[in-house]
T-cell receptor, first 115, second 110 residues
Framework: DTGVSQDPRHKITKRGQNVTFRCDPI?????LYWYRQTLGQGPEFLTY????????KSRLLSDRFSAERPKGSFSTLEIQRTEQGDSAMYLC?????????????FGPGTRLTVL | GEDVEQSLFLSVREGDSSVINCTYT??????LYWYKQEPGAGLQLLTY?????DMKQDQRLTVLLNKKDKHLSLRIADTQTGDSAIYFC??????????FGAGTTVTVRA
């Protein structure tokens, strides 16, 4: 395991459909984060997990979005009834979670296009 | 993020030094970070600085921090074509969330 992986890398869907993305963090990391990045902007925080507990959610995370990390390892992010405004790059990151630098290591992202 | 501001573009000649500037707002950030993003890729952590330091050097990278003015800069010495990318400054206002600027697109010309 050399880094954070995300699947799929690209997803094209029609408005109104549901989509699910997966993130596999660095294996020894207990924290996992989801961010969203739109064109020309930096990533914006969506939510994070410490082990299997979801500890914080941004106001950006509407009720159409749900994230899980059932066993404290991989995570899924589901978007229901997608809208064109959901088109973005969805980035996952992980960190060791110990008191320290909070260095977050990012995956390659899933680019979502909603038609 | 609206709390972190960066200039949008920088053009530099190969071999020269690049300086990317950033201002942030949250004085409680314990660490400040620089990330690099190449086209179509995720973010790569380049370096970070602890808030009680004013300088950190790591090979070709030098980070300067002016905590009083909440100003952070990244200097890349001997800039190469492989340094062409978008560079993001990020603050860490709490234990978990990173707040990013909009990114500076660095173009290295021959």
């Amino acid at each position: 395991d050399t880094g954070v992986s995300q699947d799929p890398r690209h997803k094209i869907t029609k408005r109104g459909q549901n989509v699910t993305f997966r993130c596999d963090p660095i294996s020894e990391h207990n924290r996992l984060y989801w961010y969203r990045q739109t064109l020309g902007q930096g990533p914006e925080f969506l939510t994070y997990f410490q082990n299997e507990a979801q500890l914080e959610k941004s106001r950006l995370l509407s009720d159409r979005f749900s994230a899980e990390r059932p066993k404290g390892s991989f995570s899924t992010l589901e978007i229901q009834r997608t809208e064109q405004g959901d088109s973005a790059m969805y980035l996952c990151a992980s960190s060791g979670g110990l008191a320290g630098t909070n260095e977050q290591f990012f995956g390659p992202g899933t680019r979502l296009t909603v038609l | 993020g609206e709390d972190v501001e960066q200039s949008l573009f920088l053009s530099v000649r190969e071999g020269d030094s690049s300086v990317i500037n950033c201002t942030y707002t949250d004085s409680s950030s314990t660490y400040l970070y620089w990330y690099k993003q190449e086209p179509g890729a995720g973010l790569q952590l380049l370096t970070y600085i602890f808030s009680n330091m004013d300088m950190k050097q790591d090979q070709r990278l030098t980070v300067l921090l002016n905590k009083k003015d909440k100003h952070l800069s990244l200097r890349i010495a001997d800039t190469q074509t492989g340094d062409s990318a978008i560079y993001f400054c990020a603050e860490n206002p709490n234990d978990y969330k990173l707040s990013f600027g909009a990114g500076t697109t660095v173009t290295v010309r021959a």
